[in-house]
């Protein structure tokens, strides 16, 4: 079970550079085992190129180490935090891409210019507050995870429909059904940050994507009437 858990994980990881999402080792994916209570993710500061599935560390909830020669990525408390609060997402990534950092360091939600972005987000895709001095050296990667529950919370944002954020100053933040699904996630976020960025220096004045077209878009793939593709 563990071994086909770290294939997964390992195979997943592999995605990020090959999608152009990191340089050198900024980022991580993580997937959780929810029957065993288990979550595999990558090393720290372990260059992919020299990554094995075998260097895949596992650990419970508590984040206690299971299984592992190396220290887990440094991100981990983010991850597990996720984890805890949506119950629905069985893989989170990390990464410090260029277009969603930069609306992150920006400190701006990225808006819903288009249905490329509606195809796969309800809505804007939230940028996270700030922590505070005493959250970052109290426990700066767990509370950046709570920081992300707190928004969600607060706004009432449902996970399954705005699967990422960005985290102020800091980079994205995606999850899905598993490892894989959120780097695809996190390849959509990096593509309509993009889109976005784009928009806005083409007119300055463009205005979101009406509502009903982002719920016919949204819906048509993710909602109880779903027709889009060739179904499961």
Not at 207 to 214: A, E, L, N
Request: overall charge negative.
């Amino acid at each position: 079970m563990l071994e086909e858990l770290k294939k997964r994980v390992y195979e997943a990881n592999m995605l990020l550079p090959k999608y152009g999402l990191i340089t050198f080792t900024w980022g991580n994916v993580s997937e959780i085992d929810r029957e065993a209570g288990l979550v595999a993710i990558k090393p720290s500061g372990v260059d992919y190129d020299k990554m094995t599935p075998e260097d895949i560390v596992i650990l419970d909830l508590d984040g206690n180490k299971i299984e592992g020669r190396m220290n887990p990525s440094t991100d981990t408390p983010t991850h597990l935090e996720l984890y805890k609060a949506f119950p629905e997402i069985g893989g989170v990534v990390h990464t410090h891409s260029t277009f969603a950092t930069s609306w992150a360091q920006a400190g701006k939600d990225i808006p819903c210019y288009g249905t490329t972005h509606a195809d796969y987000f309800y809505g804007s895709i939230p940028c996270i507050r700030n922590l505070t001095a005493e959250e970052i050296e109290e426990a700066y990667e767990k509370n950046t995870g709570l920081s992300i529950v707190e928004r969600y919370m607060k706004d009432n944002i449902n996970p399954a429909y705005v699967p990422g954020c960005v985290c102020k100053n800091h980079g994205p933040f995606t999850w899905g059904e598993n490892g894989n699904e959120a780097v695809h996630n996190a390849v959509v976020v990096e593509e309509v940050a993009k889109m976005a960025f784009l928009t806005l220096g083409i007119n300055p004045e463009a205005g979101m994507t009406p509502q009903y077209m982002q719920d016919k878009h949204f819906m048509r793939k993710h909602g109880p009437n779903a027709y889009y593709g060739q179904g499961k």
